[in-house]
Each structure stands twice: as C-alpha cells, then as structure tokens.
C-alpha cells in the first residue's frame, strides 16, 4: 500500500469519525450539569441499601447479575492465556531438550531494598481499598488489582527463586475458581431464600459500616479475591514468558 | 471557578499526552509515555470526582497493561536477536 493512499484512508477515516462523532454527541446535555435521572434513581438506592459508595451498590446490587458475567468473562481469558503459555512452553522445553529458565541479572541492593518494603504496603494498601469498597471509593476490582501489581514487585525486586516458588496451580488459580463459585452459590442462596437469584437478602447493617449492604460487601471481598487472584496469574504467566525467551548470555 | 480550571488544564494535558502517546515511533519509550498518560487520567478522574474509576485506571492502565505490552515487546525483540532459537514451525 503506498504511503499516498494510507493517508487518503486514514483521511477518510478521520472524516467518517468525526461525522459520526458530532451526530453521537450533539445535542447532550451540556458537561457538568446533572439532568440524570439514573444518577438519582444510583443515589438513591445506595441510600436505601446502607452503601456510601453508589458504584458498589450498583456492582453488586442492581447490577449483580452483569458482574457476574465480567467475572466470568475474566475468568476464561485468564484461563485461556494461562493454557496457551503453558501449552507453548512445554512445546518449546521438547525442542530444547531443557527445562527452563535462567537467572536474571542481579540488580543492585538499593533496589531490592525498595522492592521488598514497597510489598508490603502494595499488598495493606490493595487490601485497604478492597474491605473499604462498600464506604468509600474502590471495592473489589481495584484492591484486587493492586494487590496483584506486588507480584510484579517481588519479580523486579526479589531473586527470581521466591518468586518461582509462587504455585500458580496449587494457590493462585483455586482461589480464583473458588472465588467465582462462591459469586455463583451467593445468588444462588438468594435464590432459594427468596425465589430471586443474586437478590440482596442479608440484613443491611449500619451505614458506613465495612460490612453494610446486605450481601454487597461479601459479593465485592469475593470478587476482590478473584480478581486478583485472575491478575496475578495473568502477571505471572507474561512474566514467567520473559524468563523463558531471554536468550541465554 | 478552580475547579474547572483544574478540570479544563487536565483534559487539555489528556489530549495532549494521547498525541504525543501516537506520535511516539519507537515502541519502548511509547510504552513508558503511555504509562505516564495513564497517571495524567488518573489525575483528570479523580477532578471528576470519580474515584473508583481512578482506582481501576491507576491498577489496570498505569500498571498491568504497559507491563502487558512490555513483555510482548521483549519477547518480540527476543526473536528479532535470535531468530534461530525462536523460529515458530
């Protein structure tokens, strides 16, 4: 494709998006002002459900069933990507006769030192924001995110054996399918209580509490551990893939 | 008054990260700008007043996904130092 033509495609794509951009958002009410119906109908609810932060009771209450399915979704790309690696690997240790993996350069001392007390305030802080979810802003997904970026932490700054010893097989993959049943067997218990599936049945608690919501706060710690058990082995896999393919010095 | 002012300065640094995110033709340091973009919408959630969605970008955006891209780069120059050893069948 010569260069002439590209920039004519990419002209005409410009064009077609612009156009169809302004006639998306002509038109909407203007930025800042608050005509919306479903942000009251959102405070509202998380009002009458004892939850300060709305997105929670929207999450894991009006919307549990369209979690379910994101934590589903997730689930299977991460098993997926997990297999692939996996089936790859074992493909390429045949080819070569020998097992993997090689000793990263050392860093220096200064970095581990970082490394290994930044760890434990990744994981307090991943945590934090995860049991606070249904009082303050965060919850489930971004504790358990943050909490799986320290795996990231003790592969940079740790040697390489603690982090091999990591058993993504015997740890991190049982909490993660562990976590998605029990979202499932939740609304299931709902359902034989009160004929609902994911129906919000337990007792609200006290506002502000950190276990308020009826089933909203067991709902985001049960998430919280899958998805960050989902991030890790996710974070564990592509960086296991570095180890394998760095040519050998 | 200072908080859209605030709010307007984000949104324009937005607009300009992302161009320079685009413009940026080599691979390792766009994914290094792209990370630092990520911190700016960080910024620009968080003076809208959308804290969880801070949160998510702050883990997803500005820590899992350039690393994501980090290691299909290594992995990509791997192959291009050593196309022997990497060759796929």
Same mark, same amino acid.
């Given at each position: 494709?010569?260069?002439?033509?590209?920039?004519?495609?990419?002209?005409?794509?410009?064009?077609?998006?612009?156009?169809?951009?302004?006639?998306?958002?002509?038109?909407?009410?203007?930025?800042?002002?608050?005509?919306?119906?479903?942000?009251?109908?959102?405070?509202?609810?998380?009002?009458?459900?004892?939850?300060?932060?709305?997105?929670?009771?929207?999450?894991?209450?009006?919307?549990?069933?369209?979690?379910?399915?994101?934590?589903?979704?997730?689930?299977?790309?991460?098993?997926?990507?997990?297999?692939?690696?996996?089936?790859?690997?074992?493909?390429?240790?045949?080819?070569?006769?020998?097992?993997?993996?090689?000793?990263?350069?050392?860093?220096?001392?200064?970095?581990?030192?970082?490394?290994?007390?930044? /760890?434990?305030?990744?994981?307090?802080?991943?945590?934090?924001?995860?049991?606070?979810?249904?009082?303050?802003?965060?919850?489930?997904?971004?504790?358990?995110?943050?909490?799986?970026?320290?795996?990231?932490?003790?592969?940079?700054?740790?040697?390489?054996?603690?982090?091999?010893?990591?058993?993504?097989?015997?740890?991190?993959?049982?909490?993660?399918?562990?976590?998605?049943?029990?979202?499932?067997?939740?609304?299931?218990?709902?359902?034989?209580?009160?004929?609902?599936?994911?129906?919000?049945?337990?007792?609200?608690?006290?506002?502000?509490?950190?276990?308020?919501?009826?089933?909203?706060?067991? /709902?985001?710690?049960?998430?919280?551990?899958?998805?960050?058990?989902?991030?890790?082995?996710?974070?564990?896999?592509?960086?296991?893939?570095?180890?394998?393919?760095?040519?050998?010095? | 008054?200072?908080?859209?002012?605030?709010?307007?300065?984000?949104?324009?640094?937005?607009?300009?990260?992302?161009?320079?995110?685009?413009?940026?033709?080599?691979?390792?340091?766009?994914?290094?700008?792209?990370?630092?973009?990520?911190?700016?919408?960080?910024?620009?959630?968080?003076?809208?007043?959308?804290?969880?969605?801070?949160?998510?970008?702050?883990?997803?955006?500005?820590?899992?996904?350039?690393?994501?891209?980090?290691?299909?780069?290594?992995?990509?120059?791997?192959?291009?130092?050593?196309?022997?050893?990497?060759?796929?069948?």
């Amino acid at each position: 494709m010569s260069e002439r033509l590209r920039h004519g495609v990419f002209g005409l794509g410009v064009l077609l998006f612009g156009a169809l951009f302004g006639f998306a958002t002509y038109g909407l009410p203007e930025f800042g002002v608050h005509p919306a119906a479903y942000a009251d109908l959102v405070n509202e609810l998380a009002q009458a459900r004892h939850v300060a932060n709305a997105s929670a009771a929207v999450l894991f209450d009006f919307r549990g069933f369209d979690t379910l399915g994101e934590e589903l979704i997730l689930l299977v790309c991460v098993l997926g990507v997990a297999r692939l690696f996996e089936a790859e690997r074992e493909d390429e240790d045949r080819k070569m006769g020998t097992t993997s993996g090689h000793q990263p350069e050392r860093h220096s001392l200064a970095v581990y030192a970082f490394g290994e007390s930044l /760890l434990g305030l990744v994981l307090l802080f991943g945590g934090y924001v995860m049991v606070h979810g249904v009082r303050s802003a965060g919850g489930g997904f971004q504790g358990g995110v943050i909490m799986a970026t320290a795996i990231i932490t003790l592969y940079i700054t740790t040697t390489y054996g603690l982090f091999k010893k990591i058993d993504r097989e015997e740890v991190l993959e049982p909490v993660e399918g562990v976590a998605a049943g029990l979202y499932i067997l939740i609304g299931l218990a709902a359902w034989t209580m009160s004929g609902v599936f994911l129906l919000n049945v337990l007792p609200l608690g006290t506002p502000g509490s950190l276990f308020g919501g009826g089933t909203i706060w067991l /709902l985001n710690l049960v998430v919280g551990l899958k998805v960050g058990a989902a991030v890790c082995v996710l974070a564990y896999e592509l960086l296991k893939e570095t180890q394998h393919t760095e040519p050998k010095r | 008054v200072s908080d859209g002012l605030l709010i307007g300065f984000l949104f324009a640094l937005a607009a300009v990260g992302a161009t320079a995110v685009a413009l940026c033709r080599d691979p390792r340091p766009q994914v290094y700008l792209f990370s630092l973009y990520g911190l700016v919408l960080v910024t620009l959630f968080f003076a809208l007043r959308a804290a969880d969605v801070a949160y998510a970008q702050l883990a997803v955006g500005v820590g899992i996904q350039p690393l994501m891209i980090l290691v299909a780069l290594s992995r990509v120059e791997s192959q291009e130092e050593h196309p022997e050893e990497e060759a796929e069948p």
